[in-house]
T-cell receptor, first 111, second 112 residues
Framework: QKEVEQDPGPLSVPEGAIVSLNCTYS??????FMWYRQYSRKGPELLMY????GNKEDGRFTAQVDKSSKYISLFIRDSQPSDSATYLC???????????FGAGTRLTVKP | SAVISQKPSRDICQRGTSLTIQCQVD?????MFWYRQQPGQSLTLIAT???????TYESGFVIDKFPISRPNLTFSTLTVSNMSPEDSSIYLC???WGSGYTFGSGTRLTVV
């Protein structure tokens, strides 16, 4: 079993749809949870960061962490074609140390 | 956030040869990280490079295959040595910039 599991997709949605991206993990010691966005031929860029359980909202993006289920989610509201990218989850026990990444979900938002 | 310039952006290399990838950061950083990103797989940490000391390699990666230099606090190189088609991948450098990692744009390597 991989330490971090993420459905690679691809996921295709129409513009304006709500997108749900998810990761599961096996290590209960993870405390820091991050979502990165990676456009084609670019490096990943940090999108959202959450500590422990709970929700965090930033504009159209909401990150959720359910530590009891070892499950994290990223929701994108009113999705735009510019959101088309690969989204990677990442997590660690200590902040920014020994991060474990998911394989990434490729998202396409169609106009 | 820090800005990282990584080059080359892509290359096609013959098996048995070596390629050196360079990363230049616009700010001084203590640690730089080198990752490999293979299609459909997680970002995998190759090694951590500290200025003034030997790089620390992750399990499955060795210095003879992936020598790293870190001559100062803004620059690092990763060499992929004696390449085989299995080394075809995207290689990324990154730095810890306090609020998450900042990544270079990656080097897409194809070994033929």
């Amino acid at each position: 079993q991989k330490e971090v599991e993420q459905d690679p997709g691809p996921l295709s949605v129409p513009e304006g749809a709500i997108v749900s991206l998810n990761c599961t993990y096996s290590n209960s010691a993870f405390q820091y949870f991050m979502w990165y966005r990676q456009y084609s031929r670019k490096g990943p860029e940090l999108l959202m960061y959450t500590y422990s359980s709970g929700n965090k909202e930033d504009g159209r993006f909401t990150a959720q962490v359910d530590k009891s289920s070892k499950y994290i989610s990223l929701f994108i509201r009113d999705s735009q074609p510019s959101d088309s990218a690969t989204y990677l989850c990442a997590m660690s026990q200590v902040y920014n140390n020994d991060m474990r990444f998911g394989a990434g979900t490729r998202l396409t938002v169609k106009p | 956030s820090a800005v990282i310039s990584q080059k080359p952006s892509r290359d096609i290399c013959q098996r048995g040869t070596s390629l050196t990838i360079q990363c230049q950061v616009d700010s001084q950083v203590t640690m730089m990280f080198w990752y490999r990103q293979q299609p459909g797989q997680s970002l995998t940490l190759i090694a951590t490079a500290n200025q003034g000391s030997e790089a620390t390699y992750e399990s499955g990666f060795v210095i003879d295959k992936f020598p790293i230099s870190r001559p100062n606090l803004t620059f690092s190189t990763l060499t992929v040595s004696n390449m085989s088609p299995e080394d075809s991948s995207i290689y990324l450098c990154s730095v810890d910039w306090g609020s998450g990692y900042t990544f270079g744009s990656g080097t897409r390597l194809t070994v033929v």
